[in-house]
């Protein structure tokens, strides 16, 4: 590639070779200012001085525009940028947050247009610096504070136009990643409908101005009449489709046997009934009955094991005085101690007498 820089005063031709200038992330264009690296030699053809230059970069906004598209290139591999991980914006939001100069023409734009469309919208203002060196640092405070407030539905993010410079805030990873990370749906309006900016490639949606971005998000009362028409029409479908379905099923119903013929089906169900009531009686005498001679059975058993019964046929049981303790042995009295004798018709005392020898 063969080349002349030159200002109002002097200029001088140059060339890089192929296997430098493969290395190029721009295309060199007539009056762009450019930064040279290489060697002064002397071009003995013609005894002119040359630059054989190794590497070549653009000067000034060059340089920004390689780091714009630097991060661009990172950030879309990352897969911030993708469809499927945009938000949703709201129908109708009830809260926008607005993060702007507060001096600027951006929040003048925004504000009218929302008082215009939709006055009965609460708007919340964080105002932060859009331009210079810690602008991108309190815009990536302002989106944070904004993501705290609950109420908030949407947030619309953006400034006026201005030079490269002036938007480059806009293109800060920091403001980028703090953009992808907020929970509320963002809205990016940076500058004009010409100019682009990271914020608007990583924002939800991307309005052309400020004031677009204010449209956006403020339905006119016309559309918010359409699309409640919508709905109605879409119930009233709904309803249509369940009341034919209902009356289907009536219309069903009415050939049945139940509503021709009630009387026949009351006369079943009392049948019915008597011979339920027949089966519990019986069922109840039989367990009756069977109750009866288990009760009888345990009776005799306990009559035959009372011990009153057994004196009855003879015996007798003695009681020792005073601790009444059943005398089963004859060594458990003295001779002379009292004792009690049971038997089936009374009780009587004697007393141990002494032994026969």
């Not at 019915?272 to 059975?297: C, P």
Request: charged share 25%.
């Amino acid at each position: 590639m063969y080349f002349t820089l030159k200002d109002e005063k002097a200029e001088i031709r140059g060339v890089m070779f192929k296997g430098f200038n493969q290395f190029l992330h721009f295309k060199p264009e007539n009056g762009m200012q450019v930064l040279l690296q290489g060697d002064l030699t002397v071009y003995e053809a013609r005894g002119q001085y040359q630059i054989v230059a190794k590497k070549m970069e653009p000067a000034g906004i060059g340089t920004l525009y390689l780091a714009f598209e630097a991060l661009k290139k990172q950030l879309a591999a990352e897969g911030l940028f993708d469809p499927e991980v945009k938000q949703k914006l709201p129908v109708n939001p009830k809260c926008i947050g607005v993060i702007t100069s507060q001096t600027g023409a951006a929040v003048r734009d925004i504000f009218k247009v929302l008082d215009r469309r939709a006055p009965h919208v609460d708007v919340i203002l964080r105002p932060s610096r859009v331009q210079g060196n810690k602008a991108a640092l309190d815009l990536v405070e302002a989106i944070n504070d904004m993501a705290a407030f609950d109420a908030v539905d949407v947030i619309i993010i953006g400034r006026g136009g201005g030079s490269l410079e002036d938007l480059w805030p806009f293109n800060e990873e920091p403001v980028a990643r703090a953009i992808f990370a907020c929970p509320i749906p963002i809205i990016s309006a940076v500058g004009h409908e010409t100019d682009s900016s990271i914020s608007d490639l990583v924002a939800d949606m991307r309005a052309p101005t400020p004031s677009a971005a204010a449209e956006v998000v403020s339905p006119a009362a016309s559309d918010l009449i359409e699309y409640i028409h919508g709905y109605e029409q879409n119930l009233a479908s709904v309803m249509q489709r369940d009341l034919q379905k209902r009356w289907q099923g009536l219309d069903s119903m009415k050939d049945r046997f139940v509503l021709q013929e009630p009387g026949q089906l009351l006369k079943q169900y009392r049948t019915r009934t008597r011979e339920l009531i027949h089966l519990m009686v019986q069922a109840y005498r039989l367990g009756i009955q069977g109750f009866s001679g288990k009760f009888a059975g345990a009776n005799e058993k306990l009559l035959a094991l009372n011990p009153i019964n057994i004196l009855s046929r003879g015996y007798s049981i003695a009681y020792r005085e005073p601790d009444q303790k059943i005398i089963r042995d004859p060594q458990d009295l003295k001779e002379g101690d009292p004792f009690e004798l049971q038997t089936f018709k009374g009780t009587f005392r004697a007393k141990k007498a002494n032994k026969k020898k």
